[in-house]
């Protein structure tokens, strides 16, 4: 089992292009989600999907656009980057969206936005 | 006010040192409590989660204090392998994690 991937591993935008971070996870989860961590801060929700066909905002969703393609798949699209999107983005996988359900995190998407 | 605070460190400390950490929470409807891992440049890991009870996993030991809001993480014989960034985590409802920023730890032979 590979858990959960993610492409690219680096990308390097210029300010207003756009891209597409792609995530899958193999373990049949339910609920997916979509963080950014920054230095000297904690990681961050973007957005999450606690079922196939239903995403919700989290914490910072503005600027991101999110697509639950299927039950595997959750991609996360940045439409105009802003050099404020540089970060470190990380997807995660969950088998149901309750409270004690562990997070399994994927390796991680390095942005820089020129 | 940040939801949840943690000393960022680093903690230095030699092998076979014991090793806390604390972490503080602000908002009195948290409902779970987490430690996780994270290795230089690698994703988070569950460490363990936290009970109000206290619970033990080998040579970790987490404790809740919900009156006073703070979660701990003691790390007894430390070893080289230890060295990375612990994130304390809490969730308020269904499965939104909030995170610190992390507490530093680099165990030096």
């Not at chain 1, 210029?14 to 950014?36: E, F, I, P, V």
């Not at chain 1, 990380?90 to 991680?108: K, R, V, W």
């Not at chain 2, 040192?17 to 890991?45: G, H, I």
């Amino acid at each position: 089992n590979a858990g959960v991937t993610q492409t690219p591993k680096f990308q390097v935008l210029k300010t207003g292009q756009s891209m597409t971070l792609q995530c899958a996870q193999d373990m049949n989860h339910n609920s997916m989600y979509w963080y950014r961590q920054d230095p000297g801060m904690g990681l961050r929700l973007i957005y999450y999907s606690a079922s196939e066909g239903t995403t919700d905002k989290g914490e910072v969703p503005n600027g991101y656009n999110v697509s639950r393609l299927n039950k595997r798949e959750f991609s996360l699209r940045l439409e105009s980057a802003a050099p404020s999107q540089t970060s470190v983005y990380f997807c995660a996988s969950s088998a149901l969206a309750g409270a004690l359900e562990t997070q399994y995190f994927g390796p991680g998407t390095r942005l820089l936005v020129l | 006010r940040k939801e949840v605070e943690q000393d960022p460190g680093p903690f230095n400390v030699p092998e076979g040192a014991t090793v806390a950490f604390n972490c503080t929470y602000s908002n009195s409807a948290s409902q779970s409590f987490f430690w996780y891992r994270q290795d230089c440049r690698k994703e988070p890991k569950l460490l363990m989660s936290v009970y109000s009870s206290g619970n033990e996993d080998g040579r970790f030991t987490a404790q809740l204090n919900r009156a006073s809001q703070y979660i701990s993480l003691l790390i007894r014989d430390s070893k080289l392998s230890d060295s990375a960034t612990y994130l304390c985590v809490v969730t308020l409802y269904g499965n939104k994690l909030v995170f610190g920023a992390g507490t530093i730890l680099r165990v030096k032979s």
